[in-house]
């Protein structure tokens, strides 16, 4: 124990070695920011200007529809189109993947997989965010001491749904610490936190600032006991920068101004009350006096001159020359990048891979509900059916009950594999979007890994569905004929997930449980089983071709009835399907191939599994912009 504590110690010295010769100072030159184009645009921010330093805790106020938020984004490198201006690291123009790779962004709602641990989760974001090339110990250090700062050791076993909201926001903020980054931005960081959580929050990102990061966040009227833990204040107005600072000078320029905020007032709410106009057309003015934050105020306690900017506001240092603008992140930007900064990731593919995968199946095995309920409509209907169709499957009498039950084990299947993935993903989606904008993972690997968990669930539950089912209605037996149409079954989960994916990447979940099953119609009607394939009209023909459940209505057909299958029972003086193939010709399914039908429903698991990735990528861009 003592060996590992003076090896954690020994890290952690590095770490803040590290941290201190990878400091950034950020600055920002005449940025605009606008939404649409063409008269219909509209400008959010207006030549904007401001300096923020490591070891500062900034935040940046404004009224709702300011332009904070914009402001943020931007900065951070989520924001990318629509944007004039130039962004500085340390004096050198941003490269914005660089960037992103030494900075993390906390979100507004801590999306968090509520199935797992802290140490879970810590131990997955320290796999993920430091790679291969530290070791476990150091990985595990590391972790300890992230949760010993927040105060989260105590809560390491305890799963996500069970902690408060002031302890979700600390591990939203640990998880992003693990990789030990320079520049940390948040969005409203004290949103839906009381006033002592809000203290608690707020005090944590300074002691996070002051070991030498720079700490970002937006913040929406906060008391003046929180105001005064913020090192660095820029208030942003109408797209503008009004006041940019310190916290305590922020009363004595606006008293500049001829704005007094009145004695045991909150400094920010007056700020905020200036912002919104209530106080006359004031805001050109601030705008002017800090030179749309091209200047910091400083208070000046014996000023010289009846001039506020010439006595009480200092350069931002924009053109400071001894500053090394050849340094970015510690490294002359002119070296060459070793090869743990060309790559994107920290941890290689496979890693992602095998990291994503297990915490993928630690939230689908604890998410019992689900998981039970599942499991037990695939019982519960597959004997209801048994029962309905009780020993249909060798009496030619009632052979199309048979069809309409081989009909029905495909439509159960399709419904019961894509429905509850269309609920499930809109809500991890939003952990994606969190995750995969941090750079944890890349979206090959997650939904390589998503792809992956559900697969056994997409065989267990069709097979202990259709093994009832086959035994009860008096199918052939045949372990070839049952296992050609359990191959069929499983081609139909799958592709029936993958529909979930899509369309669950492309809608939220009020849009999505509607879409899902009205985009299924089709497919439907052109299966074979309502309208016989040779009477469908020639111009819509095509429909039959891409209808997966085509291919899986006769597949399931083909296992029954092709092949030489011996002559069916009959209840009755005469049966004109005694035989199968006569069946078979009802349906036009004489000539159809069952490979044919096995590889048109792998094809479009294929196909719909490349369309879900290409929707979720483009979400995540839209996000991104």
Known sequence: MEEQGLRC?????????????????LTFHDLCFSKGKGSTGKMILHKMNGAFKSGQLTAILGPSGAGKTSLMNILAGLKTSGIEGRIDVNGVERERKTFRKRSAYIMQKDHLLSNLTVDEYMTAAAHLKLGNGVSNQEKQCAIEQVMK?????????????????????RLSVGLELINNPTILFLDEPTSGLDSSSSLQCVGLLRNIAKSGRMVVTTIHQPSSRLLEHFDHLYIVAEGSCMFQGPVQSLVPYLRTMNLNCPSYHNPADFAMDVASGEYGNVLARLVSGIENGRLIYHENPTPTSESPSSSRVTD????????????????????????????????????????????????????????????????VVSILMGLLYWRVGDDA?????????????????????????IVTFPLERKVLVREHLNHWYSLKAYYLAKTLADIPFQIVFPLLYLLIVYLMTNQPMSIQRFGMLLCITI????????????????FSIQVAVFVAPASTIPF?????????????PIYMSWIADVSFFRYAFAGSMLSIYGGERAPLTCSQPYCHFRYAQKFLEQFDLAQSSYYLSVVGLLVFFFVIRVAGYVVLRFKLRHVRC
């Open 9 to 25: 110690s020994k890290l952690t010295k590095l770490q803040g070695n590290s941290q201190m010769t990878a400091s950034f100072d």
């Open 524 to 536: 439907l009607l052109f299966s074979g089983f309502f309208v016989n394939l040779n009477s469908i």
């Open 491 to 506: 081609c139909m989960s799958l592709v029936a997930q993958g529909i979930g994916l899509l369309v669950g990447a492309a």
């Open 316 to 379: 931002n240092g924009f053109d400071d020359e001894d500053e090394d603008v050849n340094m970015l992140d510690g490294h002359s930007k002119k070296t060459d990048k070793t090869k743990d900064e060309r790559l994107f990731y920290a941890a290689p593919f496979h890693t992602q891979v095998a990291v994503l995968l297990g915490r993928t199946w630690r939230t689908i095995w604890r998410e019992k509900m689900l998981t039970m309920l599942r499991f037990a409509a695939h019982v």
């Open 397 to 421: 009498a009632i052979i199309y009950n048979n069809a309409g039950l081989l009909f029905f084990n495909q439509l159960f299947i399709l419904f019961a594999a894509m429905m509850p993935t």
């Open 149 to 169: 700062t927040l105060g989260l050791t105590v809560s390491r076993q305890t799963r996500i749904s069970c902690l408060s909201g002031g302890e979700c926001k």
